[in-house]
Structures are given as structure tokens and as C-alpha cells.
């Protein structure tokens, strides 16, 4: 597989999401610099979810605005109660409907960041307990971008990567340390280990 | 690269390469549209619009936007049903309690020094919103001297938010949220089961005035003392959401308050220096200039 010049990584999550997303994060290299952004199922009440993610990473962590610019660094989480989306560098949000059960839904991030980056998407299933993400992951896939998929013999909750495995079954596969890997490999020019 | 058409070996080539032939069809059917039956949605945010043609291009059981935009274009049921899509905007009532419970503490106070107050609830969808503003407005004994217009691009949202009937499933969430807002009373005072539904006081819309407004091409028709138009300008993209800033900025008393959904900024449109935010958390702005 050879992908162009990433420019932006999408990571998708459900249960036990928190302890996966905060080890990414840990794993990947200070010289990661690529915009991160992050759905993971949460209820509707305000959470601290921004803080504790900050806690284990130098990158700026924020829920970002509607039309907010899709910075370098930024590692961004989608709010409660809203679907996030993106356009070519900037955010939108809706307050649609539910999308299986989810909002934010892994999903509409994924479809809408496949369109708009196509092969310069990276997009990364983690654990999770249903199946958000999958048809995500084969809209990624199909528009040339990188599909990584939590081993689900390492997930907390194994459903969410193996569904995703079963409709991108060419994905990168591994443990968390091992995505980690593949995404700085990935994107091209000099990475500091 | 040439300006048109290269002519390939195996039959016509697009024009560029680079072309992206999803977003040449959206282009056609927003403008088709917009000649055809008047409605401008060419300036809604991208990302979501795409989401929500290709759901109705599901149900229609089109596999294109161009077989849509065909469907749309030769049945008005169709056109319908996407301008339904288009404008429902999946609510609830007292949606972000800490909202209403900073409404009560910062914009009742300076609503409380007018004598006849009045309040533009813009793109109030099925009336969730409407309704839950009326409610505090009650409460705080200013709903009598407080006329509420409340607006949307869609006739048959008005007709349902008129009606003021939800859903009686969702009253124990709404009781919920309305609890966490600050509420004190028992919630079910205001709603009678039947109908179908939950069937709201009478009383709580008797000043409200329902209305079509196209926020894309309408004028303002009034002065108002508070604007609440709360996860509406997410669906517009930066350069629509500048012009309905615009209307709404006109439409503003000197010192009147805006409220915008949580996520919603002002901070980079045309108007981020005519207000000081009250509340930042909960996006309440007064205008200052």
C-alpha cells in the first residue's frame, strides 16, 4: 500500500475508547503533527473527556466549533450530541438525528472526511462494542485513503474492529503500538522515534 | 491543460483530472432547484448537505445526486420530502439545560426592564425550542407583556410546532432536562396526554407568532430585544452564516441579546466585534454597537 501525503487522521471508538485513544496518543512521536480527530460515543452530558485526553499528550486537545479551521497538531473530539464532519480544513457539526444509536457517529466523520481527503485520510477503528465505523472505514478505503483497524484480539471490546475488518478486510491490523507505527511511517518526511 | 473537453482514446475524457463529478452533480442539482421551485440551498454547508441528498437518493432509490436531482425536478412529492430533510432540525425541548438555566439567570434580568418584550425564536424547526423558551418565560412572569416570533423556512414544521404535540416517550427525558435547567415545578402542568402525544398548554403559545422566514433571503420585519436561533447556522456555510449575521445584527435593539448554540462562534464572522458575550459557555451575546 501507497498512500499519498496524509494530512489528517480520524479515529473512531466506543467502549473502553478512552484508555485506547489516550494510548494512541501516548505512542505516537512529539513530531506527529497531523490534525487527529476523534469520535468517541459519549452521552449527552458534559464530560471530561477534553481534560483527561489532555492530560496525556503536548498536543492542544479541543472539541472544535462549527466552521471551526482544521488546525496542525490539534487533536480534536467531537461534542456530545453533535455528528461531526469535515470539510478540506474546517469543521462542521449537525444536531441530525442519531445515526444507529450514536451521536457523535464514527461513521458520518469518516464518510465526510473520505470525501474530502480521499487518499490523504488516514482513518483508525478502535474498540468498541457495535458496529459504527465499518461502512466509515469502506468509504475511507474506497476513496484511496488508509484504513487502520484495532487488532480486536487486543480491544477491550472486539465487535467495533471486527466489524470494521469484515468490510475493509485489506486493513492495517494491529495492536495500538502498531497503528501507532503505521501512521508515522506513513507520513512522509522526517519523524523523530 | 486545456479550458475544455480532451478528447481520449477510449472516448471523452473529463475535463480535469482532479474533477470531482459528485461535486459538479451537487453544483447542477442546487442550482436546478433553485431555478425550478425558488429554494437556495447553494450556500448550505457541504459536508452535511452531501449526507443528507445522498440519504434521500437512498430512499428514493436513486444510486446518483443526478438521478436525484431528475426525481426532484418531476415530483413535487419528492421535493417535498427533501425540503423536509432539509429543514427539520432533530431537537428536543430545553436542549442544553445549562441554557436555559443561563437564560433565566442572565438575559431574564435584562429582559425584565422593558416594557413589552419582544423575541425572534428563528428557524424554530417543530417548535421543541419554542415551546421551552415560552415555559421559562412563564415562569419568570414575563411571558404576558413578551411576544415570541417564531419562524421557519418550512410551512408544515410550523403547522406542527403550532400544534405544540410531542411525543409522549420523550417526556421523561424532557422532565429531565427541564429539571437540570432550573425548572421547579412539575413538568407534566404543562402538557395534557392525547392526541396522540403530549398535548402543551394552549396558554404557553397564546403570544407566540408563527411564521415563514427564509433566513437566506428574507428581510428583517422587526426590532427585537432577544434573537435565539440555536444550532440553525450550522447547517449554512462561513459565507451564509455571515449574512444571517447581518440580518440578525439589523434586527437587534442596541443591547439586545443574541444566543447561538453551543458550538457556534462569532468569533470570525463580519460582526465578532458588535458584541460582548454574556455567557460564554452557553454562546449568549449582547449587542454593544
Known sequence: MTPGRLELVAVGCSWGGLAAVTRLLEALPAAFDLPTVIVQHRSEAPSALVELLAGHTSRPVAEPDDKDRVLANHVYVAPPGYHLLVDRHRFTLTTEGPVRYARPSVDVLFESAADAYGPALAAVVLTGANDDGALGLARVSAAGGLALVQDPATAERAAMPSAALAAVPTAVVGDIDELARTLVAAVKGPVVP | ?289
Not at chain 2, 480535469?16 to 440551498?41: N, Q, S, T, W
Open chain 2, 1 to 289: 491543460m486545456t479550458a475544455g473537453p480532451e478528447p481520449g482514446r477510449e472516448g471523452v475524457a473529463v475535463a480535469r483530472e482532479a474533477v470531482d463529478l459528485e461535486e459538479v452533480e451537487v453544483d447542477a442539482l442546487l442550482d436546478a432547484v433553485y431555478r425550478y421551485y425558488g429554494f437556495d440551498f447553494r450556500q448550505y454547508a457541504r459536508p452535511s448537505l452531501r449526507r443528507r441528498l445522498w440519504r434521500r437518493a437512498a430512499l428514493e432509490g436513486t444510486s446518483t445526486i443526478s438521478g436525484l436531482q431528475e426525481r426532484l425536478l418531476h415530483d413535487r412529492a419528492c421535493m417535498e420530502s427533501l425540503l423536509l430533510d432539509l429543514s427539520i432540525n432533530v431537537t428536543a425541548m430545553f436542549r442544553d439545560p445549562s441554557f436555559y438555566a443561563a437564560f433565566r439567570r442572565t438575559v431574564v434580568p435584562l429582559l425584565r426592564t422593558y416594557p413589552f418584550i419582544r423575541i425572534w425564536n428563528a428557524g424554530c424547526s417543530t417548535g421543541e425550542e419554542t415551546h421551552s423558551l415560552a415555559i421559562v418565560l412563564a415562569e419568570e412572569g414575563l411571558l404576558g407583556r413578551t411576544r415570541i416570533y417564531a419562524t421557519d423556512i418550512n410551512e408544515s414544521v410550523l403547522l406542527r410546532a403550532k400544534e405544540g404535540v410531542f411525543p409522549l416517550e420523550q417526556m421523561k427525558a424532557y422532565t429531565e432536562n427541564y429539571q437540570a435547567a432550573g425548572g421547579t415545578r412539575a413538568f407534566s402542568e404543562y402538557y395534557t396526554a392525547g392526541y396522540g402525544g403530549a398535548r402543551f398548554d394552549r396558554s404557553l403559545t397564546e403570544g407566540v407568532v408563527f411564521s415563514r422566514h427564509n433566513l437566506v433571503s428574507d428581510r428583517s420585519f422587526n426590532e427585537f430585544h432577544a434573537i435565539i436561533c440555536r444550532n440553525v447556522m450550522i447547517y449554512f456555510d462561513a459565507k451564509l452564516q455571515d449574512r444571517v449575521h447581518d440580518l440578525f445584527h439589523e434586527s437587534l435593539v442596541r443591547f439586545g441579546l443574541l444566543s447561538l448554540g453551543q458550538k457556534e462562534s462569532i468569533t470570525f464572522t463580519s460582526h465578532s466585534a458588535d458584541y460582548v458575550a454574556l455567557d460564554q459557555a452557553d454562546r449568549i451575546f449582547r449587542k454593544v454597537r
